[in-house]
């Protein structure tokens, strides 16, 4: 019973750390979207990404992938980013291009923010 107890304890106190270093309340998220650039402007057929989020604060790296629109929107925590989005364009020719693109030290600080990203074609 007392081993029981002693479990019961640790998991309480495990959930009350858990609830610190990952909140979910909206005070600390922001809405960020990402809006994906290619220039120049060509006929795409089908697009596929990886978007990357690194958090200066806390160190981590969010990673998103097999996104297939020109506009994402996630949950992050506020903070200052680098965003890096590296992909596979179809254009409507049936050329394949590998693009990349990134935007550094954007910060993420209120309810909603916007990061645009202008992709370059990589031989």
């Known amino acids: 019973m007392k081993k029981i107890v002693e479990l019961l304890t640790w998991l309480f106190i495990a959930s009350l750390l858990s609830a610190c270093h990952t909140p979910d309340r909206a005070d600390v998220m922001s809405e ?3 809006q994906i650039r290619f220039q120049p402007s060509v006929p795409i057929a089908q697009q596929s990404y990886q978007i990357k ?3 200066h604060n806390t ?5 998103r992938n097999s996104i297939t ?3 994402y929107s ?3 925590l506020r903070g200052l980013y680098d965003v890096q989005v590296e992909g596979t364009l179809l254009l409507e020719n049936g050329e394949r ?3 990349r693109g990134s935007a550094t030290e954007q ?3 209120s309810q909603a923010s916007i990061c645009e990203i202008h992709l370059v074609r990589m031989q």
């Open 53 to 55: 989020f690194h958090n």
């Open 32 to 34: 960020v979207t990402v």
């Open 69 to 71: 629109t020109s506009s």
């Open 97 to 99: 291009a590998w693009v």
């Open 74 to 76: 996630d949950q992050l």
């Open 59 to 63: 160190r981590v790296t969010t990673i």
């Open 107 to 109: 910060e993420f600080l």
